[in-house]
């Protein structure tokens, strides 16, 4: 926490320049990349959730047809 290039993001990366022989340090990953993935993320969630919730709904429906159905048939019978 003490070298300034690791401040954004808590993380580093040691570089060893082949030309001057160096050491220097990096930030790994930026702030607001994280935050880009996160919400992409979130929102392939949302839509997943939401293609799901479609098809439970659906089948939902498709069953309490049968039901009706087959309870329509039994009451015909009698």
Not at 48 to 71: G, N, T, Y
């Amino acid at each position: 926490k003490t070298i300034v290039e690791c401040g954004p993001t808590g993380f580093i990366e040691k570089i060893n320049c082949a030309t001057s022989k160096k050491d220097e340090y990096k930030s790994c990953r930026s702030a607001v990349m994280e935050a880009h993935v996160f919400w992409r993320f979130v929102g392939t969630m949302m839509c997943v959730a939401a293609v799901f919730a479609v098809l439970v709904v659906c089948r939902q429906r498709v069953l309490d047809r049968k039901a009706l159905e087959k309870v329509r048939k039994q009451i015909e019978s009698i």
